[in-house]
């Protein structure tokens, strides 16, 4: 009974949530306590199922808080708690500040193409 019984207290469960436009996937999987977030990306082998994740372009976060290194730790440097759902998010299509321009431009035509 020890070092299974010492592993399994060990273990703590965490989620692996990947959206793409036609596909979601949420993985439930227990980590051992002090796996980092790409490790637990890859034990889940969520990349199976959607090719295009890229670690190396591919942000990621713990529950919406974006791990950038700079107001939160990198996503190898994060150390897992019980219950994390890491994201992985999808690259922009469009910068945020261009879609508001391009709106801007097409209300401000509308606008003047009304009679």
Known sequence: MGDDADAAENMIPVEVAYAAPEKQLLVALEVAAGTSVHAAIA???????????????????????????????????????????????????IDPKQARLERARAKAAETKAKP
Request: zero cysteines; proline letters at 8%; hydrophobic letters at 45%.
């Open 43 to 93: 034990i889940s082998n969520i990349a199976d199922e959607f090719p295009a994740i890229d670690l190396l372009q591919n942000p990621v976060g713990i529950f919406s808080m974006q791990l950038d290194g700079k107001s939160m730790p990198t996503a190898e440097d994060y150390v897992l708690q019980a219950g994390d759902r890491i994201e992985i998010y999808r690259p922009l299509l």
